[in-house]
């Protein structure tokens, strides 16, 4: 996911209206939460890196998630998110997500 936060606000507040809005359960009153979060900083000035777990709520579905914010890419008051979170119930997710934070590691300013 791709999203922009309020740098001055409390990131899993943001997240969870985020989640709640734009990725719905398959029942109404079902949606992504934040369940735990832990802020990571990876590349202090540069980036921060936040690990978690969410849920659905109302539901029993959850799994991890790591966000990445690059200080690059801030725009005023205003924060790029990159967020992988991964549902993968049944197998081991370490290496699964390992690999999708790698991906998100490659965002890039676009040249214009």
């Known amino acids: 996911m791709l999203y922009t936060i309020n740098k001055e606000k409390n990131f899993r507040q943001q997240r969870d ?4 809005r734009n990725i719905p359960g398959e ?11 832990e802020r990571e900083e990876v590349r202090p000035g540069l ?3 936040y690990r ?10 959850g799994g991890p998630f790591v966000a990445y914010l ?6 005023g008051n205003r ?3 990159v967020e992988a ?7 081991k997710k ?11 590691y490659t965002i890039q300013k676009p040249n214009m």
């Not at 690059?70 to 725009?75: D, G, M, W």
């Not at 979170?85 to 197998?91: D, H, K, T, V």
């Open 70 to 75: 690059p200080t690059k890419l801030a725009k």
């Open 85 to 91: 979170f991964l549902f993968a119930p049944g197998s």
């Open 94 to 104: 370490r290496n699964l997500l390992r690999r999708l934070e790698a991906a998100l």
């Open 27 to 37: 029942r109404a009153g079902m949606y992504v939460s934040t369940a735990i979060v």
């Open 52 to 61: 978690g777990l969410w849920e659905m709520r109302n539901d029993v579905m």
């Open 79 to 81: 924060q790029l998110v």
């Open 17 to 20: 209206s985020v989640m709640q």
């Open 47 to 49: 980036s921060t890196t």
